[in-house]
Antibody, heavy 116, light 112 residues
Framework: QVQLVESGGGLVKPGGSLTLSCAASGFTFSDNYMSWIRQAPGKGLEWVSYISGSSHDTNYADSVKGRFTISRDNAKNSLYLQMNSLTAEDTAVYYC?????????WGQGTLVTVSS | DVVMTQSPLSLPVTLGQPASISCRSSQSLVYSDGNIYLNWFHQRPGQSPRRLIYKVSNRDSGVPDRFSGSGSGTDFTLKISRVEAEDVGVYYCMQGTHWLWTFGQGTKVEIK
């Protein structure tokens, strides 16, 4: 069965950096677009970024463009999100999601807290 | 960005009774491939969202048949024929047609 396990969240100071990871299993990782979606505490859902199987196609929400970088390692069945210049508005649970337009499967999420 | 507007935002329901959630988009959700990428998710407290319905009306494996989705163009509906206790939580619609893909604000379903 599909499994997505995020890691790398934690407490970081404003202006700091963090890299999230997602370990995927149960499907052919390299054949699938992958995404990151976030949810601020007590709030709704916001798409952050997606990447194609080949890594040739990526896109970002305006709120993170220029600060976040999505990448993947198909040999390791892993998805990443490099986050720089973090602000309090980036505080959220970050979910790794299989597929894009239909958001088929979600991981359990990893919490990123940006605070001094 | 496409704005997804759900109503109601809070829905107290009686066990065994039907429930309905509306989702309206600010633009048509018909994609160039002819599909309508309108999906529904359910999130229980402390859990990640789980997809219930994809492309308007296709129920995911393991989703009870009391859940159904319908709609076209800009107006969509999620219906629960008979609410059960496990159905509490927040329901979100989501459009995957126009980037930036967006979610509705969420509808909180609780038992009266």
């Amino acid at each position: 069965q599909v499994q997505l396990v995020e890691s790398g969240g934690g407490l970081v100071k404003p202006g700091g950096s963090l890299t999230l990871s997602c370990a995927a299993s149960g499907f052919t990782f390299s054949d699938n677009y992958m995404s990151w979606i976030r949810q601020a505490p007590g709030k709704g859902l916001e798409w952050v970024s997606y990447i194609s199987g080949s890594s040739h196609d990526t896109n970002y929400a305006d709120s993170v463009k220029g600060r976040f970088t999505i990448s993947r390692d198909n040999a390791k069945n892993s998805l990443y999100l490099q986050m720089n210049s973090l602000t309090a508005e980036d505080t959220a649970v970050y979910y790794c999601v299989k597929n894009t337009r239909v958001a088929a499967y979600w991981g359990q999420g990893t919490l990123v807290t940006v605070s001094s | 960005d496409v704005v997804m507007t759900q109503s109601p935002l809070s829905l107290p329901v009686t066990l065994g009774q039907p429930a309905s959630i509306s989702c309206r988009s600010s633009q048509s959700l018909v994609y160039s491939d002819g599909n309508i990428y309108l999906n529904w998710f359910h999130q229980r407290p402390g859990q990640s969202p789980r997809r219930l319905i994809y492309k308007v009306s296709n129920r995911d494996s393991g989703v009870p048949d009391r859940f159904s989705g319908s709609g076209s163009g800009t107006d969509f509906t999620l219906k629960i024929s008979r609410v059960e206790a496990e159905d509490v939580g927040v329901y979100y619609c989501m459009q995957g047609t126009h980037w930036l893909w967006t979610f509705g604000q969420g509808t909180k379903v609780e038992i009266k």
